[in-house]
């Protein structure tokens, strides 16, 4: 079994389209989170979020927004695509506190 | 520190021989450090983490050092096989801030020669 999983593998769209990627762990965790990864293979946290507490960061566009509909599942919903969103993204989960973290496949999204 | 617009770091190793993967951190205050291994077409996995109160810590063919005066952090593998060619990050947190957000440093691609 997959510990977190991620819809779709690869996403194909135009510039100004709505998207969404799915994110699911059954690994009971507390704490899911979505990381950006550029063409220079930098990480970076967008969200964290634990039923309780969103945590945005700052730099992320608002075009972008987390949905939680139970805590088994962080989907990433993104509004207007742009050339620029165009990166692979990683869903991650980990139990209550910092350790255990443990990364999805990620999903390759392409703007063109 | 952010590594936006430069190339990333590249270690050719021959199989068999040691490999040391070095990582700048970014905050002094940091207490846990982790490094990751990534793989091409996969996501991020757990190799060996480190807390703030140890400057050395083995794991299987891996040892991490952490040296805090200098905000380093090294990543040792030892006879390297092929199958340990990926990218490898270090990662940082810092439990004060309240978050369990990981501070990603900047990879290295570690190549291995047959």
């Known amino acids: 079994d997959t510990a977190v999983s991620q819809t779709p593998k690869y996403l194909v769209t135009q510039m100004g389209n709505d998207k969404s990627i799915k994110c699911e762990q059954n690994?009971?965790?507390?704490?899911m989170y979505w990381y950006k990864q550029d063409s220079k293979k930098f990480l970076k946290i967008m969200f964290s979020?634990?039923?309780?507490?969103?945590?945005i960061n700052e730099t992320v566009p608002n075009r972008f927004s987390p949905k939680s509909p139970d805590k088994a599942h962080l989907n990433l919903h993104i509004n207007s695509l742009e050339l620029g969103d165009s990166a692979v993204y990683f869903c991650a989960s980990s139990p209550v506190g910092r350790f255990g973290y443990t990364f999805g496949s990620g999903t390759r999204l392409t703007v063109v | 520190g952010e590594s936006v617009g430069l190339h990333l770091p590249t270690l050719s190793v021959q199989e068999g021989d040691n490999s040391i993967i070095n990582c700048a951190y970014s905050?002094?205050?940091?207490?846990?450090f982790i490094w990751y291994k990534q793989e091409s077409g996969k996501g991020p996995q757990f190799i060996i983490d480190?807390?703030?109160?140890?400057d050395k810590r083995q794991g299987q063919r891996v040892t991490v050092l952490l040296n805090k005066t200098v905000k380093h952090l090294s990543l040792q593998i030892a006879a390297t096989q092929p199958g340990d060619s990926a990218v490898y990050f270090c990662?940082?947190?810092?439990?004060?801030?309240?978050?369990?957000?990981?501070?990603f440093g900047k990879g290295t691609k570690l190549s291995v020669i047959p």
């Open positions: 979020y634990n039923n309780k507490e969103l945590i």
């Open positions: 480190i807390r703030s109160n140890m």
């Open positions: 690994l009971g965790h507390d704490t």
């Open positions: 905050n002094s205050a940091s207490d846990y």
């Open positions: 990662a940082e947190n810092y439990s004060g801030a309240g978050s369990y957000q990981l501070t």
